[in-house]
């Protein structure tokens, strides 16, 4: 007997648990596909964050070197020169008429 309810037991929770399986509808963002675009939206958002810091942090070393020799550099080269930043990153253009620094296209 107890055989007997323990197989039906297994049964009901067999057939609840398919039935709410085929039921369930996670929301998008924890689905496989939804997770891979949360990952790439985020590395976006970083690779933005960081390309901004980068400008402010180029132009700050732009103003600081027209303090220091009361010219705007010539190019991002002679930042580095001057030993206001270690290196230049690519993928940026620098206005020498004034001073303005972008990320490039």
Not at 30 to 57: C, D, F, M, N, W
Not at 68 to 92: C, I, Q, T
Request: hydrophobic share 40%; charged share 20%.
């Amino acid at each position: 007997m107890k055989k007997i309810i323990g197989l039906a037991v297994l049964a009901a929770l067999v057939y609840f648990g398919v039935k709410w399986l085929k039921d369930w509808n996670p929301p998008q963002e924890q689905t496989p596909s939804g997770y891979t675009k949360t990952l790439q939206r985020e590395e976006q958002r970083a690779v933005s964050v960081t390309r901004a810091s980068q400008v402010q942090g180029l132009t700050d070393a732009v103003w600081k070197f027209k303090a220091l020799k009361e010219r705007l550099p010539n190019s991002l080269r002679e930042l580095v020169e001057a030993g206001l930043v270690d290196h230049v990153p690519a993928g940026f253009n620098y206005d020498p008429a004034t001073g303005t620094v972008t990320v490039a296209p």
